[in-house]
């Protein structure tokens, strides 16, 4: 399934090649909080910094599939759950540089979730 409608299929070609930018500046942010951080221990960084590179993965997936006019549902899905869950992590650890980061992200993960008609986050 492509985005809903012929604009959200333009608006998701857009917003999902501002997304793949972003999410690797957030990456960025967050593994520079998470070295910085002394209550989040080695194990967890390493699993949310793979999140994030993961995310990084599916952002330009998602890109390349809408670029190219193919069914990207599936993609779109992915990349919300694994933003739920990055969100969920900034949220819960108080981390300034990717909550920061977030702040930009966020209204681009929304519009993907409007342009596949999807819930994600606190809404899911």
């Known amino acids: 399934i492509a985005p809903r ?23 960025k942010s967050l593994d520079a909080d998470l ?17 994030a590179d993961d995310w990084v993965k599916e952002a330009k997936a998602l890109k390349s599939r809408v670029k190219d006019g193919k069914p ?8 919300l759950s694994r ?8 949220k819960k650890n108080q981390l300034p540089a990717a909550t920061s980061a977030w702040a930009g992200v966020d209204g681009q993960v929304q519009a993907i979730a409007n342009a596949y ?7 899911q």
């Open 5 to 27: 409608r012929r604009s959200g299929a333009g608006e998701a070609a857009e917003t999902s090649e501002m997304l793949s930018k972003s999410a690797s500046q957030l990456k």
């Open 72 to 79: 990207s549902s599936g993609e779109a899905q992915q990349l």
């Open 35 to 51: 070295k910085k951080s002394t209550t989040i221990d080695k194990a967890a960084r390493a699993e949310i910094i793979q999140e």
């Open 117 to 123: 008609n999807k819930s994600w986050g606190t809404a």
């Open 83 to 90: 933003a739920s869950r990055l969100q969920s992590f900034i």
